[in-house]
């Protein structure tokens, strides 16, 4: 492998406008992260016309550094205030807010902020030695594979819920069910619109999130606020202790294998590798009812996870030309827009613009570290402000936060329909993660699997013959399975050890 084009991707990074860049992007990154609902893509659409008068390589540089610096950005609010600012912060909630509740929000910032950066490096690396093998692998998935790969994201969905499994399940129905409403794709019919203009395009994700986990919360703790008076939540040391990243170093090292491998498939990796490494994690465990309770791995997980996505997601758009994800299409348009076509021949014909990216991330996640540590203090004492001040702002955050998205009062409309399906969801013992994550793979599912039954005309055995989507399935009858087994075995074990060892044998009569 010839390494001169690398390295002069360094001395391109290393050019003063282009770092200037690169750290705007990075603080930009973390910024909107903070404020739910103004994610990193409505923040590169706002900035593309800016785009015009900057060199492609500083304009790239630093709409990437918005894109990973975000994911940093959306922790903070799922830990302090209980509010993703990204879809692929929901798993962090869990048990990041359950962490700042007991005093080690700077604990669990911390570890996010260190398994960010080691999944950002890891998949950094693997971004620059394997592009062409993982980009050649992800171009044989087509609908069915990620049909499958959608099922097995739902099917997971009752390992993330800190209650009832069938509560989950059930949740998670209703999730999907949401995911139908609005026009078809495919026949351009209406369904659960009810004649409404506003349903006709479906319901986005932001009011979902806000009202699931903003609005609903509020609502959950008036009682308790009115009652009682919180003594704000006591912060020792900012930095992780060693029995913290003793248990959180294997769950960062799971999750940068499985942010990187799932953040190249096309279709939300983000959220499908933070929904895995937490499952991985919650599965493998001893005690796996310490998750949902602030278990430090159920935050290293997720947010190494969606970090190596986010950087691994660049590898179809630079190599295929293929758009991982919404914020993937936008960094295409910004491109195009400089007159570079991203695609096979990219690495060639514009390697200042290829390696100049893939090694500002490198600088990037080394500022986002610097930053993000000592700044965790500043965050924390956010838990210091009184709920009587901290409950209008956030309420303030999240409707400000869904309006600007589009622009409209309807969305407003939907975060307190939503806030309060979610209250009540809390006063029964449903928790709202697998619904808003069913939602989001909804419709990764039905339009996947309708496009995989048009190519096999109809027939679903299809599914099963192609290796890839095969063997996904097979491994989602595995894990749908694997429960009984486990019971099955357990209650075996218990006979056996029931029969006392030394129990005489009777002799037969002649």
């Known amino acids: 492998m010839d390494i001169s084009p690398i390295l002069n991707g360094f001395g391109v990074v290393l050019e003063p406008s282009n770092l200037l860049y690169c750290l705007i992007g990075v603080i930009i990154g973390m910024l909107i992260g903070v404020l739910p609902g103004l994610g990193p893509g ?24 918005i894109f990973y610096g975000a994911q940093y ?24 807010f359950a962490l700042a509740r007991q005093g080690k929000a700077g604990t669990a910032l911390g570890i996010a902020a260190i398994g960010s950066f080691v999944g950002g490096t890891v998949s950094i690396i693997g971004l620059t030695v394997l592009a062409p093998i993982v980009a050649g692998f992800a171009l044989d998935f087509g609908p069915p594979e990620y049909a499958a790969l959608g099922v097995l994201g739902v099917l997971l969905i009752s390992s993330v819920g800190n209650g009832n499994k ?17 026009r078809d794709t495919f026949t351009g019919a209406e369904r659960f619109t009810f004649d409404s203009l506003n349903l006709a395009e479906g319901i986005d994700f932001i009011p979902i999130a806000m009202g699931l986990f903003g609005l609903s919360e509020i609502l959950y703790n008036l009682e ?7 003594a704000p939540a006591k912060v020792g040391n900012v930095w992780p202790s060693r029995q913290d990243l003793g248990q959180a170093k294997g769950a960062i090292g799971r999750g940068s294998l499985i942010g990187f491998v799932l953040g190249v498939l096309p279709g939300g990796g983000a959220v499908l590798s933070s929904l895995a490494a937490y499952a991985v994690e919650k599965r493998r465990a001893k005690q796996p009812e310490r998750f949902g309770q602030g278990a430090v791995e159920g935050v290293a997980a997720p947010e190494t996870a969606n970090n190596a996505a986010a950087t691994s997601s660049f590898i179809p758009l630079l190599t295929l030309g293929i758009p991982a994800n919404a914020t993937m299409a936008l960094m295409f348009g910004a491109l195009l827009i400089q007159g570079i076509q991203p695609g096979p021949q990219l ?89 808003v994550l069913a939602f989001v793979l909804g419709s990764m599912i039905e339009n996947s699997s ?4 048009l190519i096999f005309g109809g027939d679903p055995t299809g599914f099963f013959t192609r290796p890839i989507s095969g063997t996904v399935l097979a491994l989602v009858v595995l894990v749908a399975f694997l429960p009984l087994i ?9 006979r056996k050890s029931s029969v006392p060892v030394d129990a005489p044998v009777e002799e037969k009569t002649p």
């Open 42 to 65: 409505a923040t590169i659409a706002i900035l593309l016309p800016i785009t015009y008068g900057i060199g492609p390589v500083s304009a790239i540089i630093m709409l990437a550094g």
């Open 73 to 96: 950005g959306g922790t903070i609010t799922s830990v302090l205030l209980r509010l993703p600012g990204e879809a692929s912060s929901v798993v962090t909630v869990f048990d990041g």
């Open 166 to 182: 069938l509560k989950a399940i059930i949740a998670a129905c209703v999730g999907l069910l949401i995911a139908t409403v609005g």
């Open 224 to 230: 308790e606020r009115h009652n009682k008076v919180h």
């Open 347 to 435: 690495v060639t014909e514009h390697p200042d613009v290829f390696w100049g990216v893939i090694n500002s991330m490198y600088i990037g996640n080394i500022l986002l570290l610097i930053m993000s540590i000592p700044m965790v203090g500043v965050f924390v004492k956010i838990l210091r402000v009184r709920p009587a001040i901290l409950a209008p702002i956030t309420v303030l955050i999240t409707l400000l936060g869904a309006y600007t998205v589009n622009n409209q009062v309807y969305d407003i409309f939907l975060v307190i329909v939503f806030g309060l399906l979610g209250y009540l969801m809390k006063k029964f013992g449903f928790e709202p993660g697998p619904l």
């Open 450 to 453: 309708r496009q995989a039954l």
């Open 486 to 494: 486990r019971k099955a075995v357990a209650v075996r074990r218990r």
